[in-house]
């Protein structure tokens, strides 16, 4: 009986998560023989003759998959929020890695903890990384989205995989956010000069180091680049929890163009 009861539970929370994200609409991107699964958030009242912001979220390790459901786990419900989306309309979309993939090019080394990270950012970028970038190329064109405002974000897997993407598509993006990431901080000398983005990592962080995102901060700003560095002393690799609470994230994140950058 007990064993049945837990298999209720477990398909009725599945339910009650799918219907939570249901807003999320389920697509597919295919290019070539390869298949990006995404969902994608559209603001209320959409209208193709308007011109909106498109919001890029990657996803950490732990939410790879191919139900295209569990990549919405962390800051899919930050877009549904009613004010935010009153506040902030644009179209957000949350691509979804497979199992036996990465966002970034990295060997990461799990037998020991905290893990160990060798970042190959400059090397030819995984398939998901480059089915991402085809989906944003494909969304420029789209006559809906305004491209000097697009901005791309990420937790973990996601925020190494943030830093990555803005080195491979500099003139992409005009804003970004990378939670408890890291990356070579050699890619930082082909960051646009005065690109924004907010680093966020859990001081007692003992996946990612903490250091990794210090380092990644002050690469950035050294040459050139706008980074801003909040730490939360108290956090240990969830910082995604404090860093989706902040207050003035999208603000900070929708203040910014392309044009501020021209």
Known sequence: MRIKITVLACFFSFISFAQEYSEYQ???????????????????????????????????????????????????????????RTQFPAIVIFPHAPKDDYWAKVEVNRNIKPFEFDFKNKAESTPSLKLVMELMEEMKQKSFVDNDRLYVGGLSMGGMGTFEI?????????????????ANTEIAADYPENFNIWIFHGEQDDIVLPKYGKAMARAINHHGGNAKLSLYPEDNHNSWDSAFAEPYLLKWLFSHSQNQQK
Do not use: W
């Open 26 to 84: 389920k697509e597919h991107f295919v290019s070539g023989s390869d298949t990006l699964n995404y969902r994608i958030l559209f603001p209320k009242d959409f209208s193709e003759t308007e011109k909106y912001p498109v919001v890029l979220v990657l996803h950490g390790a732990g939410e790879r998959g191919d139900d295209n459901e569990s990549q919405l786990v962390h800051g899919g419900d930050l877009f549904l929020k009613d004010s935010v």
């Open 166 to 182: 803005i080195f491979k598509k500099p003139e992409m993006f005009a804003a970004a956010f990378a939670i408890c990431g890291g």
